[in-house]
């Protein structure tokens, strides 16, 4: 079994900063792609910003300059470290990693999710 498990979130005024992690645990081999999504109310869940093991990095445009993903690969730990934080970045934010779980078999999980509220 593997788990990923989100904290950091919660309520913030705007400008201010925040910083999730998100740790893996369980039968892992090995991690490939981590990557931040957030879902607001009554939107589709969106790509934030992802990570490869080959160090390749990419942010959504909404957050680019604002937000810095990161990982700390002897941990299992992924990391979003959100700088002027906005109201419209108020969303459920997952955290979902391609994890090698046997010698050949790759699969996706998500965490459950971490509420972030920017509001004065």
């Known amino acids: 079994q593997v788990q990923l498990v989100e904290s950091g979130g919660g309520l913030v005024q705007p400008g201010g900063s925040l910083r999730l992690s998100c740790a893996a645990s369980?039968?892992?081999?090995?991690?490939?792609?981590m990557d931040w999504y957030r879902q607001a109310p009554g939107n589709q869940r969106e790509l934030v910003a992802q990570?490869?093991?080959?160090?390749?990095?990419n942010y959504a445009d909404s957050v680019k300059g604002r937000f810095t993903i990161s990982r700390d690969s002897a941990k299992n730990t992924l990391y979003l470290q959100m700088n002027s934080l906005k109201p419209e970045d108020t969303a459920v934010y997952f955290c979902r990693a391609m994890i090698r779980v046997q010698r050949d078999l790759w699969r996706v999980y998500w965490g459950q999710g971490t509420q972030v509220t920017v509001s004065s």
């Open positions: 990570t490869t093991s080959a160090g390749v990095i």
């Open positions: 369980g039968s892992i081999f090995s991690i490939n792609a």
